[in-house]
């Protein structure tokens, strides 16, 4: 039996050892143990596995043998819950291989999470989507802020913070993320708008028309500057309205307000006799 062999820093660091090695506890320490011992973490962040990727690795697996080794902690059922290397398990189980090689780690239900992300992130094995969903997820059942889950994955607070405000997107929209269709930056650039509809409308038009990021950003802002212009338009009228209530009071007869988008108008009194005028002179007291 060939003596086991610690790992370097990264799970890449590996020194084969033979199978049949017993278990053994020690964190970092590579051994082999039963395919059918192995399950996989209920808290895994990717939701989607590529058939096409996993028939890849099972063709490289057989080829050349499972080079690195499935992350796992121990369970109190004399079993492994996988927290890193599910792909890599699967195409094992489908090339139906008695044993592979693991490593055992001693992670508490935070740390193991936490690990999974990291690996997955690393590998880019994950959609904005499933990253997103997999950080909030973290914050909400370990109660962790922002900050405190950034300095966990060394992610930058802000970086978290845009990642799960992708979840406000409607289901569309992140469907569209999910596949691919349009790019984390894409996203992040339609989220001011707000509205749903909205959104929608200017992500088909990205993929319509092929923009950049850089080229939403601008027409999102510009829809929002005019957006807002209206918005104070409509505000203004409701004043306008508002003066030709009273004046229609004050006089007796009817007052409209045409105003302009520059600012000017007009304002127009009815009357109908050149008495009515008279009066409406005298009630406004021009001398």
């Given at each position: 039996?060939?003596?086991?062999?610690?790992?370097?820093?990264?799970?890449?660091?590996?020194i084969?050892?033979?199978?049949?090695?017993?278990?053994?506890?020690?964190?970092?320490?590579?051994?082999?143990?039963?395919?059918?011992?192995?399950?996989?973490?209920?808290?895994?962040?990717?939701?989607?596995?590529?058939?096409?990727?996993?028939?890849?690795?099972?063709?490289?697996?057989?080829?050349?043998?499972?080079?690195?080794?499935?992350?796992?902690?121990?369970?109190?059922?004399?079993?492994?819950?996988?927290?890193?290397?599910?792909?890599?398990?699967?195409?094992?189980?489908?090339?139906?291989?008695?044993?592979?090689?693991?490593?055992?780690?001693?992670?508490?239900?935070?740390?193991?999470?936490?690990?999974?992300?990291?690996?997955?992130?690393?590998?880019?094995?994950?959609n904005?989507?499933?990253?997103?969903?997999?950080?909030?997820?973290?914050?909400?059942?370990?109660?962790?802020?922002?900050?405190?889950?950034?300095?966990?994955?060394?992610?930058?607070?802000?970086?978290?913070?845009?990642?799960?405000?992708l979840?406000?997107?409607?289901?569309?929209?992140?469907?569209?993320?999910?596949e691919?269709?349009?790019?984390?930056?894409?996203?992040?650039?339609?989220?001011?708008?707000?509205?749903?509809?909205?959104?929608?409308?200017?992500?088909?038009?990205i993929?319509?028309?092929?923009?950049?990021?850089?080229?939403?950003?601008?027409?999102?802002?510009?829809?929002?500057?005019?957006?807002?212009?209206?918005?104070?338009?409509?505000?203004?009228?409701?004043?306008s309205?508002?003066?030709?209530?009273?004046?229609?009071?004050?006089?007796?007869?009817?007052?409209?307000?045409?105003?302009?988008?520059?600012?000017?108008?007009?304002?127009?009194?009815?009357?109908?006799?050149?008495?009515?005028?008279?009066?409406?002179?005298?009630n406004?007291?021009?001398?």
């Amino acid at each position: 039996m060939s003596k086991k062999r610690g790992l370097g820093k990264g799970l890449s660091a590996l020194i084969p050892v033979e199978p049949g090695d017993k278990v053994k506890n020690n964190d970092n320490e590579m051994c082999y143990i039963e395919v059918e011992k192995i399950f996989p973490n209920p808290n895994q962040p990717r939701k989607n596995i590529d058939e096409h990727n996993l028939e890849e690795l099972i063709k490289s697996i057989k080829t050349h043998g499972l080079i690195q080794p499935i992350v796992v902690r121990s369970r109190s059922n004399g079993n492994y819950e996988i927290i890193a290397g599910e792909r890599r398990w699967q195409a094992c189980k489908k090339l139906k291989m008695n044993e592979v090689p693991v490593i055992i780690k001693t992670y508490n239900d935070l740390e193991a999470s936490a690990a999974a992300l990291i690996e997955n992130i690393q590998r880019e094995d994950l959609n904005a989507v499933d990253e997103a969903n997999a950080y909030r997820r973290l914050m909400e059942e370990y109660g962790l802020t922002q900050e405190e889950l950034s300095s966990r994955l060394g992610k930058s607070r802000s970086f978290i913070a845009n990642m799960v405000r992708l979840l406000g997107l409607p289901g569309e929209l992140r469907e569209m993320l999910a596949e691919g269709i349009i790019s984390t930056g894409h996203a992040r650039a339609l989220i001011p708008l707000q509205d749903s509809e909205t959104q929608i409308k200017f992500a088909l038009k990205i993929i319509k028309q092929h923009l950049s990021v850089r080229k939403t950003e601008e027409i999102v802002k510009k829809y929002i500057e005019e957006a807002g212009k209206t918005k104070r338009a409509r505000e203004k009228d409701h004043e306008s309205m508002e003066w030709e209530r009273l004046l229609s009071k004050k006089l007796g007869k009817r007052v409209t307000i045409r105003p302009n988008s520059n600012g000017s108008g007009k304002l127009i009194i009815e009357y109908t006799t050149r008495d009515e005028l008279a009066a409406i002179v005298d009630n406004i007291k021009i001398n």
